[in-house]
């Protein structure tokens, strides 16, 4: 078997007990022989074995039980959000976006502090003023969607909308692309009824006008 001698050791390591593990030679739930096995076959110390195993604890694909040893808990590092992402279709992406900001304007009319007013009120000005390119009126929309979710002072929310935002912003700019038209004074008014609503503490409303809102999105993608 080849050594391994290049630098960072132990991340290859690890890449290497990985590429055995996709291949089968150690099944689901199955025990890893010990550091003094493994670390001869790729050519390092079980010190670095020590360390890829550390790493691929963390991603999910080993465990270790004291005691007991090493086992197979995944036969793959799991794949990250922006990755899936990247190939979800538009719509699961504005649906996924109901499910956060639905939720997120409730919490913000219940929650928004005056600096979260003034941010509000800022990014929904910008969002009114000439929409100049379409890059530009898209970004200015998500600033003041995300100002919405960051009143709701729920981190969680907020990193997950930050998770949609680049798949989001991707198909919105095609999207107006196609339709050749943004901007326009009803879906500026449309936008001012939420941030009227988080301001009047009314989260009923709030959360309503949002579904509302991405579901006239969700209908324009037909």
């Known amino acids: 078997m ?3 001698r290049r630098e960072p050791l132990a991340e290859r390591a690890a890449e290497a007990l990985l590429e055995r593990i996709r291949a089968g030679e ?5 025990k890893l022989p010990g550091e003094t096995t493994l670390a001869p076959q790729l050519g390092v110390g079980r010190s670095t074995i020590r360390e890829a195993i550390r790493e691929l604890a963390g991603c999910g694909v080993l465990a270790s039980r004291q005691g007991a040893g ?3 808990l995944a036969l793959d590092r799991p794949e990250g959000l922006e990755s ?3 190939r979800a279709d538009i719509t699961s992406v504005l649906e996924a976006r109901m499910a956060i900001e ?5 919490l913000a009319a219940e929650r928004r502090t005056p600096a979260d007013v003034r941010a509000i009120t800022r990014a929904a000005q910008v969002r ?3 929409p100049g390119t379409i890059e530009e009126h898209v970004d200015a929309d998500t600033a003041l969607h995300r100002s919405i ?5 729920n981190t969680i929310l907020t990193e997950l909308f930050d998770g949609f935002t680049p798949r989001s912003r991707r198909a919105m700019i095609e999207m107006l692309r196609i339709r050749g038209e943004y901007g326009s004074d009803a879906d500026q008014q449309g936008h001012l009824r939420i941030v009227e609503a988080i301001l009047d503490r009314d989260a009923r409303a709030a959360s309503t006008l949002t579904r509302e809102h991405l579901r006239e999105l969700k209908a324009q993608l037909r």
């Open 102 to 106: 639905v939720e997120a304007s409730a």
């Open 70 to 72: 090493v086992f197979v």
């Open 84 to 86: 899936r992402l990247d």
């Open 26 to 30: 150690w099944a689901l739930g199955q």
């Open 2 to 4: 080849t050594q391994l």
């Open 149 to 153: 979710v960051a009143a709701a002072h």
């Open 128 to 130: 009114g003023e000439q």
